[in-house]
């Protein structure tokens, strides 16, 4: 389910998603952050109580769909989400964290909700809470 408004081209929008599944102790935030900075966004990537990991960004509505699809790539199911086996890269099957520069989504994401709303402009940076 997409709410918010109208997501135009080039004009400044915030993304927040709420990502499910094997998505905390596998380096999942760090991975977000890396691709965020790549794609030139602002916000941050916060470990939630029940398991979640929430990820606001702000920037470019096209370099935020870009965000949301590599957020949503392979997983199985839920709003916004694509198809696939949920595999979503290396998923620590030995119990370790990624390697460092691991280029392919870490853990496995079963479900990714989402919701746009206009920029707010109070954030520089990425970070990881």
């Not at 596998?26 to 952050?33: L, N």
């Not at 470019?60 to 769909?65: K, P």
């Not at 595999?87 to 994401?109: Q, T, Y």
Request: net charge neutral; charged share 20%; aromatic share 6%.
């Amino acid at each position: 389910m997409v709410t918010g408004p109208v997501v135009t081209e080039g004009a400044d929008v915030r993304l927040t998603a709420w990502v499910e599944g094997r998505v905390q102790g596998v380096g999942f935030r760090w991975w977000v952050r890396s691709q965020a900075l790549e794609l030139g966004l602002a916000g941050f990537a916060e470990n939630l109580a029940d398991g979640r990991v929430k990820v606001v960004a702000e920037g470019a509505s096209g370099r935020c769909r870009e965000l949301l699809a590599l957020l949503t790539e392979g997983s199985s199911g839920g709003d916004g989400s694509g198809g696939g086996d949920g595999s979503g890269g290396r998923d620590g099957a030995d119990g370790g964290p990624p390697w460092p520069g691991l280029s392919r989504r870490p853990g496995r994401v079963t479900r990714v909700a989402h919701r746009w709303a206009d920029a707010v402009g109070n954030m520089s940076g990425f970070a990881e809470i």
